[in-house]
């Protein structure tokens, strides 16, 4: 990956943002990686997976021997493009598209890769949208219960859904952000939903420990998604994660190794804990 990184200015219309469109490209994969089969007969749930972190981390479990199913809103050709890649490495893909803010359809999504896979292993919380605003008077309440409901209510309607099917041995895995411990001024519903996000991952940890579910989090800091481009303007992407310690933004082949670790027997005696990928930046815990 590069040590430095600058991007063109450039600007997307609407969220959650069309990865096709982006210049440069993420990086979905890691050419060197060697896979191992550490989740060879698994099935893996992700929820904003036709993009971005989502796609580097269906790849990467695909690449583990995982079937994937991903969830997105409405961007097709960017899940078309990751379910055939999971495809391309011998595993069986689905893409199924709605409103992880609606419970009803995380329940019906749940359902299909029941139907279709018969098994549910893994369950990857990732879709995520933001507003920045300058001026909390300016965050309306439909602002603030649409946040809420793309990155906490999904969490939680998901985890609902998914848990009947789970087994001794599974895993939770949300994507939280280092602005839940930072903060951000211009990201204030954004943060607080990601910091609810990490007291939810605490708590359901204690709660299915007993069933044997592990449940953890990864809180990234700059990732080029597109995200970026649909969030912000031109000049702020043009210096996106110009700011952290390594002086660029990550790429989300870069956050998928992490997610893998949660997922795997590799961290079988981690629960209720939150890695932090973000460029290098100390926070508290």
Known sequence: MATSQTFP???QPRQPGIEADMK???????PHYRAAG?????????????????????VAFAKEGADVAIVYLNEHDDAKTTRSRVEQMGRRALAIAGDVGQEAFCTQAVAQVM????RLDILVNNAGEQHPTDDIAKISAQQLERTFRTNFFGC?????????????????IHTTSITAYEGNPILLDYSASKGAIVAFTRSLALSLSPRGIRVNAVAPGPVW???????????QVASFGADTSMRRAAQPAELAPAYLFLACDDSSYMSGQVLHVNGGTIVES
Do not use: C, W, Y
């Open 115 to 118: 139907e279709a896979f018969g």
């Open 38 to 58: 550490k989740l060879t007969g698994k099935t893996a749930l992700i929820t904003g997976g036709d993009s971005g972190i989502g796609r580097a981390v269906a």
């Open 156 to 172: 939680f309607f998901m985890v609902k859904a998914v848990l009947p099917h789970l087994q001794p041995g599974s895993a939770i």
């Open 24 to 30: 440069p490209l993420p990086q979905s994969e890691n």
């Open 9 to 11: 200015p450039q600007q």
């Open 225 to 235: 998604t597109p995200l970026i481009p649909a969030s912000f303007a031109p000049d």
